[in-house]
């Protein structure tokens, strides 16, 4: 490589396009892969993964970064895109190319296992195949090098910065705040009535109002698309290519209507950087929590409020007027507000939402560590929910086998989830602050000048800076659970007509 800007930035394109045709290759692993051919994608995705890794960890590419970082012409943008890739390049290198390959081969094996475990109900089918991704998963984590935890090692990869010594109290902290409150509006004496329960949905009604949701969020329906999935999901080859996918239960209507707005946040996030970084480094989140953030704002602070729901509950009603008969827009606000302890995370209320992550996080440590014997997770995990949630699992499919992450190797990426609702409150804030007459633009419909403060002051900034200095910058405060408490106590205290 020559040692000029223009050289390394060609190399950087070069691994973004790596990086969005394996993207690709995942998604459609996801969506309409023939049952098969899955031999032959574990094999494509990690012939992929080990020729990004080469690129990647090429000695010569660390010569030019060094030389670039000494450059003081370089403008903002630039040195960022060297930083990031810095900093991705140091990971890399210490994990050898052999391990590399084997995790994306023994990924895409694992969500084979995962799948049929769901099927029959019984982890046991998944254990073998999460025992090699934990094994491997330990092994990357020594390699990446760690000062205490084991499990920070994976959690930087997620979460730049975050640590377990830092996460564990805030998340702490938020459990105990919140199995009280999960008690108090469970005791309360208004309650809020299941009204949709044992009605049907039809499922292509599901999928015209969910494809007008996309539109009224702006997300570009020429520049991405939505497909179905067991696990909703949101997939980037390039800000031109996003793919989302929703899942559709004709007995369940809001999973596809909180998936789809759930995953446009991400998507538009994804749609939503300069255009001048493309195919380069910064043109991404600065951490998945951040990422998070967005798809919890659009499904829990904008989607279940209730002046979102005076403007849609129309046209949703129109849509399904035998299925909505006797339901009015007071009692869906209240239906898709319920807090109730149910077993499955995707589909939690805001109140226990975090409790799910919590418990997710808690066994994430353990098995790190190596600490908790596999044949031992579903009974674990059941404990759990019993201490938090007041609930347990009637089998594995409800309990430990519902999320994917695991089978796709994430270690790390759950407490994200919890971040990402945390920063969610304080970014609607502060938009609240810059946008006065937003409820009334809610409650119009009108959703584009809420993502267009967003474009403008998240998705646009990319990876420019990391992602706690970025919510300082636009929220005047760091990470913090005091808005995200305060919006859940205001909320559901009015809701249930207690104060929490």
Known sequence: MERTFPALLARMQELRDLQGIIGLATWDQETYLPAKATGARAH???????????????????????WAAAQPELDADQRAMVRVLTQERDRAVRVPQALVKALAEAQ???????????????????????????????????AYGHEGERYDALLEGYEPGMRVARLTPVLTALRDALIPMV?????APRQVPELLQGRSFD??????FTLRLLEAMGFDLEAGRQDRSIHPFTGSTHPMDVRLTTRIDEANL?????????????????????EAHYRTPIAAAPSMGLHESQS????????????????????????????????????????????SRSLIRTEADEVTYN?????????????????????????????????????????DTLGVLQDIHWAWGEFGYFPTYTLGNLYSASLYRAAERALPELPGLLRRGELLPL???????????????????????????????????QYLRGKYGALYGISL
């Open 451 to 485: 993502r267009d403060w967003l474009r403008t002051h998240v998705h646009r900034q990319g990876y420019r800076l990391p992602a706690e200095e970025l919510i300082r910058q636009v929220t005047g405060g760091g990470l913090t659970d005091t808005d995200f408490l």
């Open 108 to 142: 895409s094996r694992a969500l084979v296992a995962w799948r049929q475990a769901r099927k029959e109900k019984r982890f046991a089918l998944f254990q073998p195949a999460l025992a090699r991704i934990l094994a491997l998963r330990r092994e990357q984590a020594d």
């Open 254 to 274: 809001l999973s596809a209507l909180f998936s789809t707005i759930h995953e446009a946040g991400h998507g538009l996030y994804e749609q939503g950087f300069e």
């Open 296 to 339: 919890r704002l659009w499904e829990n602070v904008v989607g279940r409020s209730r002046a979102f729901w005076e403007h849609f509950f129309p046209a949703l009603s129109a849509a399904f007027p035998q299925a909505l008969a006797g339901v009015d827009v007071e009692g869906f606000h209240g239906v898709v507000n319920r807090v």
């Open 183 to 187: 008690a108090a509006l469970a005791a």
């Open 44 to 66: 494509q995705l990690s012939t992929l993964q080990g020729l990004h890794h080469e690129r990647l960890v090429d000695p010569r590419l660390g010569e030019v970064l060094a």
């Open 355 to 395: 409790l799910h992550i919590v418990l997710r996080y808690e066994l994430e440590l353990l098995l790190i560590d190596d600490e908790l014997p596999l044949e031992e997770v579903p009974a674990a995990w059941n404990e759990r929910m019993r201490r938090y949630l007041g609930v347990t699992p009637p089998d």
């Open 203 to 208: 499922a292509q009604a599901q999928w015209a």
